[in-house]
């Protein structure tokens, strides 16, 4: 018979066995050529490309969905709005990867939108964005206008240099709004203009920018700007689409990374995997971090983020996203349409944000998304009202924009997003800064994708992917 310790030290033996049993086994999962951290447009876009190039992935996404902020909330009716990103501007490589897998795109407004300011409704009804700026400008303030952005174009042609002019990388000292409002001969109402086109594209007020990165954005509305487009269905499909062309057994879900080791044979990344809380280990040739700014805090780096890494993530700041979907009754459709045209989106000066129409089949219920920004955005992301408090916020405000349409909303539905989930640079830093270049280049063999590394939009996602993949492929060549 065994003695009682010698059956302990057994017991305990096969114990430990036990434990280490499944994390042998995790060692064991598939390689790939590119492990990638977070299944957003910027790491789909990534394994998009690296398939193409004949390289082998892996998506690990810490949450149960894909697409990051592209999201679509469907309702009953065949009703659907978006969540999270709203529009592909048309500089986005994005369109090319949705072209190539037949995704059909929409476009059905410009890049300026309706106007709301000082309680009055100022409609896009023209054929073009100049004829909507003499619609709320008068002659001179258009003339000044013409003058302002004609050198605003010729500034961000300068932003290809590399390096930056000293005089134009100096205007990072200045905020976007002090900048204007010191230099540009635009008149009150010309800037007001140009603060509310522009704060929900970085979503927190033109003061908190720097004037160097307000050049940078002013590009989508200079001229007759840049065209938004919208996949059809939803933008949900697009994120399915790139998916099915990875292949979903390449992504997986509830995968929440916590370290990532690199040396020069390769990388190891450890991930918990939050439906059953196992530790999981996954290894390949190279790395990219596809998640947003702040994520990067949720892993520990061996060797660890370079200083200059570790400063930029500190400095860089964020803008704030919040959504509400408004089901209303069908006839409140008569306050956006004018000649059986609808006037959305509005850009309100105010807590609705920008007002989009959602999609719903004919004579159902309307649908309005509101997606709010900056110092709004922050309150209702904070959670210090009640939902209760919240819808009357929002209804007040649109009772307040349209009057009567207050008795017809029928509910509200909430999203919100992480404080610091979208990309802003403040008053002393810039996208073109050596900080924000430390965050494009890679760390031995982890890269570093998503929009923050480029600018506030979804074609910074996928132009960073982009950049992570084309030096992957090179660093390989040279291999």
């Known amino acids: 018979m065994f003695n009682k310790p010698s059956c302990r030290l057994v017991l305990w033996a096969l114990a430990a066995l036990a434990l280490l049993r499944p994390l042998a086994a995790s060692a064991q999962e598939p390689s790939a050529d590119v492990v990638i951290v977070g299944a957003g447009l910027s790491g789909l876009s990534a394994a998009y490309y690296l398939k193409k190039a004949g390289k082998s992935c892996v998506i690990l996404e810490m949450s149960p969905h894909i697409g990051g902020r592209i999201r679509t909330a469907n309702y009953a009716g065949q009703a659907h709005a978006e969540i999270g990103l709203e529009e592909f501007w048309e500089n986005n490589p994005a369109i090319q990867i949705l072209q190539e897998l037949k995704v059909p795109l929409e476009s059905s407004y410009s890049s300026f939108s309706s106007l709301y300011r000082q309680g009055r409704i100022y409609p896009f009804t023209q054929s073009d964005n100049f004829g909507f700026l003499q619609s709320v400008l008068d002659a001179d303030e258009v003339k000044a206008y013409q003058a302002w952005d004609k050198t605003m174009a010729e500034l961000y042609r300068q932003l290809e240099q590399r390096p930056l002019p000293q005089s134009l990388l100096a205007l990072k000292e200045l905020s976007f709004a002090e900048w204007l409002r010191t230099t540009s001969g635009l008149s009150a109402k010309a800037l007001d203009f140009v603060r509310i086109e522009t704060e929900p594209e970085y979503a927190t007020s033109w003061d908190k920018i720097s004037a160097l990165d307000g050049i940078a954005e002013w590009h989508l509305f200079s001229g007759q700007g840049l065209t938004p487009r919208h996949v059809v269905g939803g933008n ?173 909303i029928k509910q509200m539905t909430f999203y919100r997003y992480h404080p610091r989930a979208i990309a802003a640079w403040p008053v002393g830093r810039s996208r073109f800064d050596g900080l924000s270049e430390s965050l494009r280049q890679p760390q031995g063999r982890v890269y570093f994708a998503g929009d923050f590394t480029e600018d506030t939009h979804s074609n910074g996602a996928v132009n960073a992917a982009i950049r992570a993949v084309n030096g992957i492929l090179q660093e390989a060549e040279a291999d």
């Open 236 to 408: 949900q499909h697009a994120a399915r689409a790139i998916a099915d062309f990875i292949g979903y057994e390449h992504i997986r879900l509830n995968q929440l990374v916590t370290h990532i080791e690199a040396d020069d044979n390769g990388v190891e990344i450890t991930a918990i995997d939050q439906s059953d809380f196992q530790q999981r280990i996954f290894r390949a040739r190279h790395a990219i971090t596809a998640i947003p700014l702040f994520r990067l805090n949720d892993i520990q780096f061996s060797p660890p983020l370079s200083p200059e890494r570790i400063e930029a993530i500190k400095t860089q700041a964020s803008g704030a996203y919040f959504t509400a979907h408004v089901l209303l009754d069908n006839r409140a459709s008569r306050f956006w349409t004018q000649d059986q045209e609808s006037i959305l989106p509005i850009l309100s000066d105010g807590p609705l944000g920008v007002i989009y129409e959602g999609h719903t089949a004919a004579n159902r219920d309307a649908l309005l998304n509101l997606l709010i920004s900056g110092s709004h955005a922050e309150r209702f992301n904070a959670r210090g009202d009640t939902p209760e408090e919240t819808k009357a916020i929002l209804s007040t405000a649109l009772e307040k924009l349209w009057p009567g349409i207050g008795a017809m």
